[in-house]
């Protein structure tokens, strides 16, 4: 079996082991064919020699019958004598009924040296192993009429037998011989029909493999099994090809998704330096088709110099393995050689078996927009870091800014109107004024603070910002505003740095000159409405000035903070005016056609009913009155205080200062326990290093739940100081304060004293 | 075949025992006369006439040691007929005799013992001298120690005899 395996295994080619099969197989059959037919011929020839040395012997016995009956052995030689003529035998015997040889006859050939007795036992011997006798005997009786005469023994000469197997065995041979030679013609003949396809099919696949044309079709000819074979073969090949067809589905497919969300695609073969860029790659820097060529260093060429280095690095460290994911940002020229911002992220698809990086994807995304949102994000903060300097400034600016108002107003009180000093100090009065509510508005960016709502007349203070801001310009201001206006409750403070914004952005609008219209209506909104209010009473008021207008694109901009087109804007002044009207709860809108005008258009909630002027005037009309009570001014600030006593004492009061909380708190307690109680104790609301208004108030309040207490402080903006009643306080004045409006407030907290 | 070989030997051995032990005293040519005289019977045809009884009887008359060397084969059979060796003294004894041996010392009485055995069909055996040429059928010589025998084919024809060719080849002279 091994022999027959390394002969089959030493067959390279199917040719050959066909052939060896077909051979061998034939071979087989024959020497079988071959063997069984010489057991045949052998047993067949056996016994056809017993069949016919039988009747040789019968007829031996018919003719020596008589003789050997009357004993005459000469005449039953004389008779086997005759057997000379017949070569096929080799011997016989014949023995009388006693077992006697009566005659014996054996062939000349015949040479061995035994005498007839001894052939005799030897033939006898014979007769048990007949089966595989080349030599076949055979006995007979002799009889006549049922009389037993003798016997006859014949043997039949072995060559007789010899040369016929000899000659089937050769006849076998030669047909052996002549069905090898057929089956190897016919091997040759098969080889052309299994082998010919077989081939075919071979190169078939190689050329497949070759082209790597999945398309390509097999011809399915030759047996059955090669057929079956060859359609296999097609149909692997089909799925190759719908399998190629759905990865390029698939990778059209992922290309549009990215595409589809804004990035370009780029794929770089690494080690042929091959690439190729989506059109979105291309078009996103301003590139056509034929710009870039499929080459990575199309990619690398583009980076800015100044970001190379980094990019290069980054590449680095993922091939390496030290990242995830290739990602960086550069700098990439466009077409029009400006640069935008990249982020370039990418992956390796395939490898080498070796590990080597072969082919890399990615994207690019503009991250432009991105990039200069930080910058803005920074500048921001840098500026509100400068909010917060200063907002410190304005802080100690605003109270020596309070020393000189109240001075001055002060001053005015001891000169009569018609005096030369007086109009100058009125001037210098409303400069100063003016200087706080810079600080005011400084103040309130530094800490955006909440306004200081009081009933106001909307006209006053319209009249008062045009007037500031119009003097001495070439713009003419046209305001229409009804007496029957209604009041607002609003931060006078604020709404005049509003408007001020408002006109001196109408002023610088239109630097040739021209006209301001400011008008104001009242106005019922009811739920729906485009400012999104709550339904109830507003007044709308207009400024619309005829300026070169606001271009579409800065319209959309004008409100954000720091947005200027001005050279040297801070670009707080609108956003401060939409700060202030939102906290309002009001709304501002603008419309703007260019070459034409602008108006902005403010909307704030009215009281419904007509502004009734308080007594302000008159209160400070009555000054010099007699003394109405005794003051405690609480404040860390010298200047303040003895402006107050200034102030406070003109106004006819008695004053005492101090300067912390608890100072203030063992002054009122004092005044208690002598029964002459403080008529109002002013408070500044933060001292530093010391015990504040707020917690002052609480105390002095304990000791006596009816006193009447003013916060004061440069923060309009102060929760305290826009609701000050829940902080048991009964009045607020803002620094820096006028004579009036402390007398104003005084009054007020009396009135209110004397109700409770 | 080996069971006949079997039959062969033990026929061949131990049947001829008896005759032989006894035959001592019997010269050897008798042994062979006797078996010419069962053994001719089976190449010879007798007519109907010489066969009418179930048996087959060889008669023998006169003196002749045959007698005795014969009286051992009695009970044997000739074929399918039973054997039976008779002693006849009177031609009127030869009633159911198939063969007739004629010792030497009945010469005297052949011209009535022959014509009777022709008449009769019954075949004559005789070792007397020129007993064929006397008119018997079948004579039997001594020559050179063997025993030798002589047709008379006309003396057969005569009785309605024939016989058949393998014993006229064993013939040593055939008279015709």
């Not at chain 1, 060896?20 to 069984?36: D, E, G, P, R, S």
């Not at chain 1, 911002?341 to 927009?369: F, K, N, Y």
């Not at chain 1, 005015?412 to 810079?438: C, D, N, Y």
């Not at chain 1, 909104?525 to 800065?554: H, V």
């Amino acid at each position: 079996m091994s022999l027959l395996d390394r002969i089959f295994r030493s067959a390279s080619s199917i040719r050959n082991q066909q052939r060896l099969v077909i051979m061998l197989a034939c071979a087989n059959v024959l020497v079988i064919t071959l063997v069984c037919f010489l057991a045949y011929s052998y047993f067949s020839l056996n016994q056809e020699s017993r069949e016919r040395m039988g009747a040789l012997g019968d007829i031996i016995g018919a003719d020596v019958g008589a003789a050997l009956a009357f004993g005459d052995d000469q005449a039953v030689g004389t008779s086997l004598a005759a057997l000379r003529a017949d070569l096929a035998v080799k011997q016989v015997f014949v023995l009388d009924v006693q077992g006697k040889i009566s005659a014996y006859y054996h062939n000349e050939t015949d040479q061995e040296n035994l005498d007839r007795q001894q052939r005799l036992s030897v033939l006898r011997s014979h007769f048990r192993s007949h089966f595989l006798d080349l030599s076949p005997e055979v006995s007979r009786s002799i009889t006549r009429d049922g009389v037993l005469l003798g016997s006859v023994l014949v043997e039949q000469d072995e060559r007789v037998m010899i040369r016929k197997l000899l000659f089937t065995a050769g006849i076998g041979a030669g047909i052996l011989l002549l069905a090898l030679g057929i089956s190897f013609l016919l091997a040759r003949r098969f080889q052309k029909i299994i082998t010919a396809p077989v081939t075919a099919m071979a190169a078939a696949m190689r050329e497949v493999s070759r082209v790597k044309d999945y398309s390509k079709r097999v011809v399915p000819v030759g047996p059955d099994e090669l057929v079956q074979l060859a359609l296999n073969f097609n149909a692997m090949l089909g799925e190759i090809e719908q399998r190629d067809a759905a990865l390029q589905e698939n990778e059209a497919r992922w290309k549009f998704a990215i595409e589809g969300s804004g990035d370009g695609v780029w794929d770089w073969y690494i080690q042929s330096g091959a690439a190729s860029y989506s059109s979105l790659w291309k078009q996103m820097l301003g590139y056509s088709e034929e710009d870039i060529a499929p080459l990575y260093r199309e990619t690398l060429d583009r980076v800015h110099p100044e970001d190379r280095p980094a990019a290069a690095e980054a590449m680095r460290v993922y091939l390496a393995g030290g990242s995830e994911i290739y990602l960086t940002e550069y700098r990439f020229r466009c077409k029009d050689d400006s640069y935008r911002w990249i982020l370039s992220r990418g992956m390796v698809v395939s490898c080498s078996e070796a590990g080597q990086p072969l082919r890399m994807i990615g994207t690019h995304t503009d991250i432009t927009e991105r990039k200069e949102q930080e910058k803005e994000l920074l500048k921001i903060e840098k500026l509100e870091s400068l909010g917060v300097l200063a907002g410190g400034i304005a802080h100690d600016f605003n109270n020596i800014l309070t020393a000189v108002v109240g001075n001055i107003s002060l001053a005015q009180m001891f000169v009569a109107p018609g005096h030369r000093s007086f109009k100058p100090l009125t001037e210098a009065e409303r400069a100063s004024v003016r200087a706080g509510e810079l600080a005011q508005q400084l103040l309130t960016f530094a800490r955006g603070g909440e306004p200081v709502r009081k009933l106001a007349s909307l006209r006053h203070i319209v009249n008062e910002s045009i007037s500031l801001a119009l003097h001495g310009s070439n713009i003419k201001a046209v305001v229409e505003i009804p007496d029957s206006i209604h009041a607002i409750e609003a931060d006078a403070g604020q709404l005049s740095q509003v408007f001020n914004n408002l006109i001196i952005n109408a002023l610088q609008a239109m630097p040739e000159g021209g006209t301001l219209a400011v008008a104001a209506r009242n106005e019922a909104l009811d739920g729906k409405n485009p400012c999104s209010l709550p339904a109830g009473s507003y007044i709308r008021l207009t400024f619309s000035d005829q300026g070169c207008g606001i271009s579409e694109d800065d319209l959309t901009r004008i409100f954000d903070p720091y947005f200027s087109t001005k050279p040297k804007g801070n670009g707080l002044g609108l956003a401060s005016v939409y700060s202030i009207i939102n906290k309002h709860s009001g709304h501002i809108g603008v419309t703007s056609t260019l070459g034409e005008g602008t108006s902005f258009s403010i909307v704030l909630p009215s009281t419904g009913g007509e502004y009734q002027p308080q007594q302000a005037d008159a209160q400070s009309q009555t000054a010099g009155d007699q003394a109405r009570g005794h003051i405690l001014v609480m404040d860390d600030e010298e200047l303040i205080l003895s402006l107050a006593i200034g102030m406070l004492e003109y106004l006819g009061y008695q004053v005492t200062t101090c300067e912390s909380g608890a100072e203030a708190i063992a002054l009122y307690q004092t005044s208690l326990e002598t029964g002459s109680a403080y008529a109002s104790v002013i408070m500044d609301l933060t001292i530093p290093g010391g015990m504040g208004g707020k917690t002052a108030a609480e105390q002095i309040l304990a000791l006596d739940p009816g006193a009447a207490l003013v916060v004061s402080s440069g923060y309009s903006n102060d929760p305290i100081m826009s609701d000050f009643k829940s902080y048991g306080f009964s009045g607020s004045v803002t620094k820096p304060y006028t004579i009036s409006e402390l007398a104003e407030v005084l009054a007020s907290v009396a009135g209110q004293r004397a109700a409770s | 075949m080996v069971l006949r070989l079997l039959v062969i030997v033990l026929l061949g051995t131990l049947v001829p025992l008896p005759p032989c032990a006894r035959a001592g005293e019997v010269p050897q040519e008798y042994q062979v006369k006797a078996r010419y005289l069962l053994n001719i019977p089976l190449y010879s045809e007798l007519p109907p006439h010489a066969m009418k009884g179930e048996g087959y009887s060889v008669c023998l008359i006169g003196e002749t040691p045959l007698a005795s060397v014969l009286e051992a084969t009695r009970s044997k059979m000739l074929g399918s007929r039973p054997l039976a060796i008779r002693t006849v003294e009177e031609v009127g004894q030869l009633e159911r005799c198939q063969v007739l041996f004629i010792a030497s010392s009945e010469r005297y009485r052949l011209q009535t013992l022959l014509p009777e055995a022709q008449r009769r069909g019954i075949l004559t055996v005789s070792d007397m001298r020129n007993f064929t040429r006397l008119g018997g059928i079948i004579g039997l010589q001594t020559v050179d120690n063997r025993i030798v025998f002589d047709l008379n084919l006309s003396a057969a024809g005569k009785a309605a005899i024939s016989f058949s060719s393998h014993l006229l080849k064993l013939a040593r002279d055939v008279i015709r």
